[in-house]
């Protein structure tokens, strides 16, 4: 049997109102988005690394267990916000603080991934910058 735990997971048509599709929108509209200081560290993988890591898991018959499903680092907050940012104007304000943290935020969060890659191999293939960049040009084309 296998279990998955999925950790954040970003990319094309990801619906907006997660952090970074809400960054795409507002700052594609002009916007100045109200963030909080930013000072989590999240870890954030692409749709396509999420997949192949769900397939790698489905074609391997000796795969048993809890496995994590993330990129296997994180980032702070703020930079993913700046890269999300710059890929789009970097003139453009960011308004870090302005908004709380909520009572249940998560300061850090990151997969394990090494029971993933010892049982299939499987390693994430896009990083977070060439992620961003991707997503930020779905989302400007739709």
Known sequence: ??????????????????FIPYLICELLQHKSPKLTKGKQYWDYAYVTDIANAMLSLAENANAVGVFNVGFGRSYQICHIAEL????IDSSM????????????????????ISKLYQQTGW????????????????????
């Open 93 to 112: 304000n960011l308004e870090f603080g302005a908004r709380p943290y909520s009572s249940n935020q998560i300061m850090h969060m990151q997969a394990n």
């Open 123 to 142: 390693q994430p293939k896009v990083s977070l910058e060439d992620g961003i960049a991707q997503t930020v040009e779905w989302f400007r084309k739709n």
């Open 84 to 87: 999300i940012r710059n890929q």
């Open 1 to 18: 049997m296998i279990w998955l735990r999925l950790f954040s997971s970003y990319g094309p048509r990801d619906n907006t109102s997660w």
